[in-house]
């Protein structure tokens, strides 16, 4: 059996990432991986200009009572200030050719005669933003490899830059064998499961970002699951699918992908788990998770998900523990040979964490998952006792 | 002056959760809010079946030698159980009528003549999952009010569900003001600033599932302000805009929102931050941010933000903290009347969380809310010395 480090470690060494880039329009970016960095082509602000609502004069000059020439509102362009005058000026708008400093307007008064006074000294560069005080131009404001979010978009705009480099989306292939299977929403005959499968691995790709070529269910024959691999390599980067991949099933995945490529299949020391395969079709990788939904869900997001990530250019989620904290839960009967990653929820009792533990962590069905959000990774042997302080791994859903 | 405690809470009350739903198909339901529970209409497994590769028997019958009357892979409908005899039998495969314990392959030798011997003695209900054991028909799979993710939609496609029930997105317009505004892409010239506030904005509620209505630049008049107010009144749930609330500013939002509905406008005792309008323009909510790109964003991130999730229908961010962690910066100058939400990444140094500032808190542009990945909240008048504790928000984006 392999450790869940070695195939973690021997996964990644695999996973090539995409070289391949497009251009996208601001407003659908979000999310995307930035493949160039942005450079600055302008000054920000691009003027001096007012941090006030108030009055720009030039502080040298400033008298008892001062007439006001003209008015600057945001976005007009000033004329320069005539000797011993202010400008009404407001937050943003440029300062005048001549003016050096704005006194705000709750330190103004306007006489009957329109003329303004202060109750304070103008000191040069007061209430003043300068030209290029944010961003110069010519500086990197995002780096390549970035997950763009809103605040990097806004900030991309505010340079006056319309698309982004990014890294086009990782095409990940999957379908699904085994004759028993039926898709919801059909009646379901004697000896037919539901394909449940398909339906969280399909919107997990797409939280990554992956556009997911759907082949559904393929016919459980050796020809049918040749064909839908070859299919699968011609459109994909990446093929998955779940099940067919352990000793003796009644299944042709592993046949079907050592006919078309090249195959490794693993035993891991994990639980849920164990079977894992990787392999190459054409130029596309192959991994084969577990058919049982929680070991294929589990596997997903320890093992595949760290995959995924660094073969779409995304930075690898770190599998880095919150906590620690208490256990609130008794776990009197670990595995002696494998880790078992159990599913627990992180829940505030008094103002503080503690982890709640999914009573059912044997069963195949997916309710262990839906109700946790996170996982406590045990070593082999790692009994719990209430009480006792556990790291938890985030899920990322 | 208004807290930031006083500020959410009464926004948070006025905050009417949507009640119109809509059905969406399985893959398309990631992320969505479900409006009623979804509960089982069958047994999960359906019928007994076998937890392991291996043979089906009736434990109270086995013999050293015992033939092989039926072979019963995942999805067939198997035969009742020859007397003497066992199945062969696959993972998931239903359990031949009259069997009542499968042994597992590895325990058993085939010999010449096809008959089967095992190591182990078998007993009754071993290694097999009974009907029902993971989910009962009519059990509460999934409560109303979950945000939808992979796991869950997984879940409710193996108990056959086709379609959910989910609250329709909120639909949310946005509109900009200013003359000064040139969209990115165009030149600028003397005077202008890029529209900054719509590319952080409109990524920002589509990542929280909303349906933006995008007005883009109105222009600065009353009536173009007032004629936009109703066009996005008439098209969403709420109005979002960004700047024109606070006093003296040279823009019309203020008065054509009083002049079409009402208002409600506060000074917040918060930095970034300050100004924040609430209002009504018919039946839809007007939110109006500050128009300082770096207020906006903090400002939705801590405030509005929690509005668009109520109303949404979708759990309310808690702004809990993480942390503490220790503070790799110091700050000498706070604000003395009001709460800071200084721009802070966490970042792990030697194997120990701690938190970096943003060089340039006082900047209008979005660089520090682009860095960071947390705030930190700090009271009036509270100072940080390097290695003090802090609580940590992580933003959300």
Redesign the interface.
């Known amino acids: 059996m392999l450790s869940f480090e070695q195939a973690r470690d021997w996964l990644l060494q695999r996973a090539q990432p995409l070289a391949a880039t497009e251009q996208v329009e ?2 659908a ?2 999310g995307r991986v930035l493949a160039e960095p942005v450079l600055a082509t ?1 000054d ?4 001096d200009n007012s941090a006030m ?1 108030g009055y720009a004069l030039r502080a040298g000059e400033q008298t008892a009572a001062m007439p006001v020439s003209q008015r600057v ?6 004329q320069a200030l005539a000797a011993g005058s202010v400008a009404r000026i ?5 300062i005048p050719p001549g003016a050096d400093a704005v006194i705000m ?1 709750e330190q103004a008064e306007t006489a009957d005669d329109g003329t303004v006074s202060f109750s304070q000294p103008a000191c040069a560069g007061q209430n003043i ?1 300068r030209r290029g ?3 110069r131009a010519g500086q990197e ?2 780096p390549a490899g970035k997950v763009l ?15 982004l480099t990014v890294f086009r989306p990782l095409r990940v292939a999957v379908f699904f064998t ?5 898709e ?3 009646p ?1 005959a ?15 790709l ?2 990554l970002g992956c556009e997911v070529i759907d082949l559904g269910i393929v016919r459980d024959s050796l020809g049918a699951t040749r064909e839908a691999l070859r299919d699968a390599a011609d459109a994909a980067d990446v093929i998955m699918t779940c099940g067919g991949v352990s ?4 299944d042709h995945v592993k046949a079907a992908v050592e006919a078309e490529g090249s195959l490794d299949l693993w035993k891991l020391a994990i639980k849920p788990g164990k079977p894992l395969a990787y392999g190459k079709v054409g130029q596309a990788d192959f991994i084969g998770l577990p ?1 049982n ?1 929680v070991s294929g ?1 589990v596997t997903f997001q320890v093992l595949a998900r760290a995959f995924l990530e660094r073969r779409a250019g995304l930075p690898v989620s770190a599998l ?1 523990p ?1 906590g620690p904290y208490p256990a609130a839960f008794d776990w009197t009967r670990p595995d002696a040979r494998r880790s078992e990653f159990i599913r627990v929820r992180r829940v ?1 009792v008094d103002g503080r964490w503690q982890l709640e533990l999914y009573p ?1 962590q044997g ?5 262990s ?2 109700w946790a959000d996170g996982l406590v990774r045990l070593e082999p042997g790692q009994a719990v006792a209430r009480g006792d302080m556990l790291p938890y791994l985030p ?1 990322v ?1």
């Open positions: 601001l407003l970016a979000a302008l920000v602000p691009p003027h609502d509102p945001a976005g007009s362009v000033p407001f937050t943003g708008a440029p307007q933003r005080e944010d961003i404001i995002l979010n809103p605040a990097d978009i806004g900030l991309a705009a505010s340079i006056g830059v319309e698309t085994g004759d028993e299977l039926v919801p929403g059909r379901l004697a000896g037919q499961i539901y394909n449940s499968n398909r339906y969280w691995l399909a919107p997990a797409m939280r000793v003796g099933e009644e058919g939904p869900f880095t919150e505030c059912q069963s195949g069905v997916l309710m998952c839906a899920l859903q």
